[in-house]
């Protein structure tokens, strides 16, 4: 099982990232999929899921509006758009793939975005 994350970096307030996760090695297509990240001195948190079929998102109240979850199935990818970013954003982004009714929870690396004039 493989979660590859990319696309972090530096941006300045105001702009945009397009986070991308790559998933192998599992039934991506069953799974919901999550965006967390980390920021330093901070515990974990959930920005956004989106559910197997990709009908279903959710967001954390902090993100609503500037940040979009989607996903490809044909792809097994997991994006994360995120627009207007402010430097509260900056944290560690790690992708997370869940199938709760087997106990399945797995992780990726992280990619680092800072937000930061």
């Known amino acids: 099982v493989q979660l590859v994350e990319s696309g972090g970096g530096l941006v300045q307030p105001g702009g945009s990232l397009r986070l991308s996760c790559a998933a192998s090695g599992f039934t991506f297509s069953s799974y919901t999929m999550n965006w967390y990240r980390q920021a330093p001195g901070k515990e974990r948190e959930l920005v956004a899921a989106?559910?197997?079929?990709?009908?279903?998102?959710n967001y954390a109240d902090s993100v609503k509006g500037r940040f979009t979850i989607s996903r490809d199935n044909a792809e097994n990818t997991v994006y994360l758009q995120m627009n207007s970013l402010k430097p509260e954003d900056t944290a560690v982004y790690y992708c997370?793939?869940?199938?709760?009714?087997?106990?399945?929870?797995?992780w990726g690396q992280g990619t680092q975005v800072i937000v930061s004039s």
């Open positions: 997370n793939a869940v199938l709760r009714l087997f106990g399945r929870d797995y």
């Open positions: 989106i559910r197997s079929g990709g009908g279903s998102t």
